[in-house]
Every structure is written in structure tokens, then in C-alpha cells.
T-cell receptor, first 110, second 116 residues
């Protein structure tokens, strides 16, 4: 089994819909992150969490919210999806020497 | 604000050619530096990292990178590329890492295409 699992792998949703992307990890790491990847822009940090009670905004948090349900679970929600949120979303955990990424969720908002 | 710039957006090489991908960052203090690779359809994987010490770091699959503090650069190199190196490469920086937060600033990525 993968260390960091993201569901769904692919999702097409309509503008205005609420959608949740889920992430779970088996590594026992406290720190979890959500990034989005856009062509030509690299990865940009949306939210991160150091533990269940510690949630922090990243550089592009507008339009997103998160929930850290347990040490192993960190969900990303789009309350009202818009087309410019079409992207590849990665969840990751952090421990030396660096990130362990999930396989990504490709989200298309139409 | 911190930023990372990767000079080459798309590089095409033949097998056995040498590779150098440029990465410059803007941050005045101490940094941790990373190179990640993303093979087609896969997630990012760590190639190598620099935290301190020898500025020439060696990573997996024959890659290495040199940290030049005076130039704010962390260029990635490989003497002889293979077709299997076809991927997207990301440079990333963590500023003020005394208390490491794991918050990385990524460059925009360089797509490497190796022709057999």
C-alpha cells in the first residue's frame, strides 16, 4: 500500500459544486500539506497542518478549506468550485529528508 | 518574498549528453535546497537535498547539484542522461530552516525530454 493515498484520482465537477479531496497516510507523520500543480507554475502550497489542532494557510488558500480529522487524515474542500481551480492536487507528509507525496488528484471544474 | 526561478522550461537532449538545469532563488538567509523529479504520470520524488556542509551534493540515479551561496544558485547536473530521465524537474527552497516547517517554495519546473 502507498504511504500517502489520495482519493479520488480523477474528478470532473461542475462550477458551484462542493467537492472534497481526501488524503490519508500510513507514515505516522504529524505534518501534512496540500499543494496544487499548474503547468508552468510549479507547485503552490494551499494549506498545511502540523497536527490535528494546528492548521495553517499557505500562499493560495482562498477558495479552499481543510480538515484534519486525525493524524492520518487531511482533507481539502472546495466549497464552491470554479474553473480556475482545475489543477492537479497533491497531498504530502513531511519528515527528514523531505516530502512523501501522494499520487495526486486531477480535478477538472467545468 | 521568497521565489525560485528555473531558467530552462523545456530541455531536449540526446542520450549520453550532459545535463545542467539552472535554479536560482531569492532569500537572504539560510536555506535548505531540494530537487524533485516527477516522471510522467507519477508523483514527485526527492532527487537530492542540501541542508549544510559540502556544497556539492549527490543524489539518486547519478544526479548531483552544487550550491553556490554567492550566486544564490543550486544547479542540477548529470554527466550522461538516459531515456529514462525524461521527466519534469523541480527546484525548491525552504527559507529560515532553523525550525523546519516543510513549507517549500517550488520553481516552475523544467521538462526534460531525452531522445533515444
Amino acid at each position: 500500500d502507498a504511504d500517502v493515498t489520495q482519493t479520488p484520482r480523477n474528478r470532473i465537477t461542475k462550477t458551484g459544486k462542493r467537492i472534497m479531496l481526501e488524503c490519508s497516510q500510513t507514515k505516522g507523520h504529524d505534518r501534512m500539506y496540500w499543494y496544487r500543480q499548474d503547468p508552468g507554475l510549479g507547485l503552490r502550497l494551499i494549506y498545511y497542518s502540523f497536527d490535528v489542532k494546528d492548521i495553517n494557510k499557505g500562499e493560495i488558500s482562498d477558495g479552499y478549506s481543510v480538515s484534519r480529522q486525525a493524524q492520518a487524515k487531511f482533507s481539502l474542500s472546495l466549497e464552491s468550485a470554479i474553473p480556475n481551480q482545475t489543477a492537479l492536487y497533491f497531498c504530502a507528509t513531511w519528515a527528514d529528508p523531505g516530502y512523501t507525496f501522494g499520487s495526486g488528484t486531477r480535478l477538472t471544474v467545468v | 518574498a521568497q521565489s525560485v526561478s528555473q531558467h530552462n522550461h523545456h530541455v531536449i537532449l540526446s542520450e549520453a549528453a550532459s545535463l545542467e538545469l539552472g535554479c536560482n532563488y531569492s532569500y537572504g538567509g539560510t536555506v535548505n535546497l531540494f530537487w524533485y523529479v516527477q516522471y510522467p504520470g507519477q508523483h514527485l520524488q526527492l532527487l537530492l537535498k542540501y541542508f549544510s556542509g559540502d556544497p556539492l551534493v549527490k543524489g539518486i540515479k547519478g544526479f548531483e547539484a552544487e550550491f553556490i551561496k554567492s550566486k544564490f544558485s543550486f544547479n542540477l547536473r548529470k554527466p550522461s542522461v538516459q531515456w529514462s530521465d525524461t521527466a519534469e524537474y523541480f527546484c525548491a527552497v525552504e527559507g529560515n530552516p532553523v525550525y523546519s516547517t516543510g513549507k517549500l517554495i517550488f520553481g516552475q519546473g523544467t521538462t526534460l525530454q531525452v531522445k533515444p
